[in-house]
């Protein structure tokens, strides 16, 4: 898999579920630069993509930079049209894929361009990330992607429903009837099953050890009383950039209470991206607990790292869902990304 390093990319999706994320919706959309990824919460049944129609519009311009969408001065049919304007030679992005993506995109009816991700005017680039088939992000950005390949550009015609919905999006000037235009570069896609290539090593003495491949990870956690401290080791080391607080990192991990599995030879996982495929977060931004946190800030794309994290870097004294408090914490991850 080809390691990016792009710059700030939105948080697209919230993690859900006993998970180590301690976000909240202020904290969400602060790490969104533009609105068009949200999911709108009136939104009418969806209707079917097609891939032609009589009207479409037109896009010009080269893969990765900003394109020029045109529209027809004819009214739109209604019809969800995705079709590639330039057609990729990458791997094809699947359901449960992270999608990493630049759009432009331009009101119909209105006549104006909305807010894109692509670099302008000495500003870089802002791609969006997201989980592909989730319902994370407008129905017009995840239809542009599903089945596509990466280095593709798409268009896309979104009315209404595919778009932001009945009640439209007047922070955009974008009424509940307006059909949006898209334009969609497919800069890369971490596959749903990725994980870091390379040999193991263990983590040392009093550690616990890792068994982990593309489709499943297990824990044993040793007999004995937990680190007092945060404890960050590389059980593969990743030959990627470092990670910068603020960049969004493609994660699979693993989670396990120390106490509640000490000495047991196949712990019980509370958290675990293996069975679920990988996840986005903004890293340095408290969108994690502290200690997990503190160790994915400076690591290297491609590594596994276990994490052993003291309650005062944890959960603290709150109980979590089949957390107890005071807890101290053990996390595999593979760093898959940092974008």
């Not at 990016?4 to 969104?32: D, F, M, N, Y």
């Not at 000495?263 to 408290?286: C, I, K, M, N, Q």
Request: proline share 10%; with cysteine.
């Amino acid at each position: 898999m080809r390691r990016i390093a792009l710059p700030l990319l939105a948080c697209a999706l919230a993690l859900v579920g006993c998970s180590a994320e301690k976000t909240s919706p202020s904290q969400e959309a602060g790490h969104r630069p533009l609105p068009a990824p949200t999911v709108s919460v009136a939104r009418r049944p969806l209707p079917p993509v097609v891939h032609t129609d009589a009207v479409l519009p037109t896009v010009r311009g080269d893969f990765g930079k900003k394109p020029v969408i045109t529209v027809p001065k004819a009214d739109p049919t209604g019809k969800f049209v995705v079709t590639p304007a330039l057609t990729g030679h990458g791997r094809e992005v699947a359901d449960h894929d992270i999608a990493v993506v630049n759009y432009s995109a331009r009101a119909w009816k209105a006549g104006k361009d909305l807010p894109a991700t692509f670099a302008g005017a000495g500003k870089p680039a802002h791609p969006v990330l997201f989980t592909v088939g989730t319902g994370a992000v407008l129905p017009a950005l995840d239809q542009a992607v599903r089945g596509q390949s990466v280095g593709s550009r798409v268009l896309v015609v979104a009315p209404p429903p595919a778009a932001y919905g009945s009640s439209g999006n007047p922070a955009l000037g974008v009424s509940p009837t307006e059909t949006v235009v898209f334009a969609v570069d497919i800069v890369d896609a971490v596959p749903a099953k990725a994980t870091v290539p390379g040999r193991q090593h263990g983590a040392g003495a009093g550690l616990p050890s890792v068994r982990a491949d593309a489709s499943s990870v297990s824990l044993d956690v040793p007999d004995a009383a937990p680190p007092r401290d945060l404890v960050v080791r590389g059980l593969v080391d990743g030959s990627g950039p470092r990670v910068r607080a603020g960049q969004t990192v493609v994660l699979r991990r693993a989670g396990a209470v120390w106490n509640s599995n000490r000495g047991e030879d196949d712990v019980a996982l509370f958290d675990t991206s293996w069975t679920t495929g990988p996840t986005p977060v903004v890293v340095g931004r408290h969108n994690l607990v502290e200690g997990l946190d503190r160790a994915l800030v400076g690591a290297t794309v491609g590594s596994r790292l276990l994490v052993v994290v003291p309650p005062a870097l944890g959960y603290g004294s709150q109980a979590q869902q089949g957390i107890p408090a005071r807890s101290s914490l053990v996390f595999v991850v593979d760093v898959l990304a940092a974008n």
